[in-house]
């Protein structure tokens, strides 16, 4: 898609300040095309030289310090702690201008829609199991920026994610507007939240799912994690293996469960066994995911987008097949899914 006349410009003049830098300097700017943007205030544009070709991300102004910064202070951490993320080859954050490597389109999801076996996915999965393993052992000691993952999922901020779906979820999509009912939802989730606060944490990604992970030449690239914080472990490896946009072959996920918490050393995740660990995991799958349902029904409500609806279905069954047949769920299960069902 090509982009306004004005947007063109823009990215020209900046792109010739990174010249003047010499960043690129033999490189000449000759084509730009507009991508497809997120949820966010970024626009991002695909930009072709003589040589070869870059991503430009415009975003708002930004006038404070590089180390205040909420993506590239961020980009910075990971990519000296060997995290693969996205270089930044130049930034004008006063003009609100990165340039930054090309990822290409191919997002781990497109990936293994191409897979042929089981076997295929697991060595695909474990490859990126193995990098969060990396991320998980980043040492608390070793954060010195000060403005870096101030925030983590705390009680407070994992209700809110809650509250946010029965807003978006219950509220405007399903039309429920039964005060008593959320109240009593409300309270049965409390215990799960309170239960998965009180775990030691990590540095998460905060959104790591197989649409913010690109493919290129054979690497597996983390990208959207600006709102990286403290969270537990099975944060970001509920968020992988139990993607709504990809259903993980189970002994696949079974296995890649087992795989990462032998994996962590327990100093780091805390727990005393694997049956402690797998009852966290369970939990953070029910606040993960119902999460993302409210967020499948915001972007519907405000944005009109309806790409992702089709997830919803998926998401709340998988929900009921935690839930189903364990005693510390079943009162929230039934008071949940009458309600599901009857909408």
């Known amino acids: 898609m090509k982009p306004e006349q004005s947007e063109r410009f823009f990215i020209e003049e900046l792109f010739n300040k990174t010249q003047d830098k010499n960043i690129l300097n033999t490189e000449e700017l000759e084509e730009v095309d507009k991508l497809t943007g997120d949820a966010s205030t970024r626009r ?41 993320v996205p270089g930044i080859l130049d930034h004008n954050l006063s003009r609100g201008y990165l340039l930054e490597e090309d990822l290409g389109n191919e997002t781990l999801l497109h990936h293994i829609s191409g897979i042929r076996s089981s076997d295929e996915e697991f060595k695909i999965y474990k490859t990126i199991v193995d990098q969060l393993l990396e991320l998980h052992r980043i040492p608390a000691s070793s954060v010195t920026n000060q403005n870096l993952f101030q925030l983590k999922f705390d009680h407070t901020k994992l209700m809110d994610e809650t509250k946010f779906t029965f807003k978006y979820f219950f509220n405007f999509f399903n039309k429920c507007h039964d005060e008593v009912l959320i109240k009593d939802l409300e309270n049965l989730f409390d215990p ?54 990809y259903d993980l072959k189970e002994e696949n996920r079974t296995r890649l469960k087992r795989y990462y918490y032998e994996s962590l050393d327990q100093s780091i995740h805390g727990q005393k066994s694997y049956d402690e660990f797998e009852a966290l995991y369970q939990d953070m799958t029910i606040q993960r995911v119902f999460k993302a349902v409210g967020s499948f029904c ?27 047949d364990n005693p510390r769920y079943a009162d929230l299960k039934t008071k949940l899914f009458q309600n599901y069902y009857a909408n």
Request: charged residues 30%; proline residues 2%.
């Open 44 to 84: 991002y544009y695909r930009i072709f030289t003589n040589k070869d070709s870059y991503v430009v991300c415009l975003d708002n102004a930004f006038d404070e310090e590089i180390e205040k910064h909420p993506f590239l202070s961020v980009q910075q951490f990971f990519q000296k702690n060997n995290i693969r």
């Open 192 to 245: 799960i939240m309170k239960r998965l606060s009180t775990q030691k944490m990590v540095i998460t990604h905060r959104d790591f799912h197989s649409r913010n992970i690109m493919v290129k030449n054979g690497q597996f690239v983390f990208i959207d994690f600006q709102d990286a914080r403290w969270g537990i472990p099975q944060y970001d490896l509920v968020s992988l293996l139990e993607d709504c946009y």
């Open 298 to 324: 915001y972007i519907y409500n405000w944005r009109k987008d309806d790409r992702y609806l089709k997830y919803i279905g998926f998401a709340m069954e998988k929900i009921r097949r935690v839930m189903m």
